[in-house]
């Protein structure tokens, strides 16, 4: 079941679960993605063997997207 999960204090919080089915439960998940983008994190989808990718739109296909915050410093 594809998964929006967010990096937090906690370790992660899942924030949205679909299915390729479940139309009304992607863009509820959408629109939680947008809103994290608006609240200052990054979305990255996982494309295994630990390479991500930043997104701007939550792709329906996706497996797992995290919101990170972005890295301090520089």
């Known amino acids: 079941m594809p998964r929006l999960l967010r990096m937090d204090a906690s370790g992660h919080s899942t924030l949205a679960e679909w299915t390729r089915e479940d139309e009304p ?11 994290q983008l608006e609240s200052g994190y990054i979305g990255v989808l996982d494309q295994g063997g630990g390479e991500a990718l930043q997104i701007r739109e939550l792709p329906h296909d996706a497996e797992l997207v995290i919101m990170r915050r972005p890295i301090a410093g520089g």
């Not at 439960?25 to 809103?35: D, L």
């Open 25 to 35: 439960a992607f863009e509820a998940a959408a629109e939680e993605f947008r809103e």
